[in-house]
Structure formats: structure tokens, C-alpha cells
């Protein structure tokens, strides 16, 4: 059974910087595509940043110089560095795997940012 437990988030003073992490178990992440994506109250999920595989990494355009998604496949191990993070960034994230056709979520992680 794939599971995803992802950690790392916190509350942070605007300008800070948190690293997500997220640990993949149940199969191997390889260079399967994986992304972090969050969600605000009130708004729809989004996506933050996208890893597909090999060297292409993409960001949302408001993370885009903030934000670095990476991965250790050593320790089956995704992660975001966030830094100068902004209020506006206040969200759960959430971890993606995507093996074929099927997606893997995590439960998420509060990540919460004071002004």
C-alpha cells in the first residue's frame, strides 16, 4: 500500500523560510512524477510545484524564485523549500504521486505565515 506522510509545517513570520518534507512508502518514487499542492480556505487546490521526472521542475507563477521542490530517492523523499514566504502562502500542502495512471496523496501539512 503506497502511503504519503508529509511534515515540516508550521507557523512562520512573513520573510521566514520552512522544508516540507514528504516520505513516500509502499513503492519507490524513482523519476515518477511528484508535486506539492495547497489549498486555502475558502479557495480551490492548487499547484505549487510539479517535479515530472529527470531535470523538469515547474512552479506556480506565485512561487516561482521562492519555492524548490527536489527529491532524494536514497530516502524515497520529496521535498519544498520555501522561502521569503508570504502570508498569502498560508495553506495546507499536500504531497502527489503519480505512478501511471493512478494518483497518491498525502494527508497534508498547516503551513501558516503572520504578517
Known amino acids: 500500500q503506497v502511503q504519503l506522510v508529509e511534515s515540516g509545517g508550521g507557523l512562520v513570520q512573513a520573510g521566514g523560510s520552512l522544508r516540507l518534507s514528504c516520505v513516500v512508502s509502499g513503492t519507490t518514487i524513482g523519476i515518477w512524477p511528484m508535486g506539492w499542492f495547497r489549498q486555502a480556505p475558502g479557495k480551490q487546490r492548487e499547484l505549487v510545484a510539479r517535479?515530472?521526472?529527470?531535470?523538469?521542475?515547474n512552479y506556480a507563477d506565485s512561487v516561482n524564485g521562492r519555492f524548490i521542490i527536489s527529491r532524494d530517492i536514497a530516502k524515497n523523499t520529496v521535498y519544498l523549500q520555501m522561502n521569503s514566504l508570504k502570508p498569502e502562502d498560508t495553506a495546507v500542502y499536500s504531497c502527489?504521486?503519480?505512478?501511471?495512471?493512478?494518483?497518491?496523496w498525502g494527508q497534508g501539512t498547516q503551513v501558516t505565515v503572520s504578517s
Open positions: 502527489n504521486f503519480q505512478r501511471r495512471l493512478t494518483n497518491y
Open positions: 517535479d515530472a521526472g529527470g531535470s523538469t521542475t
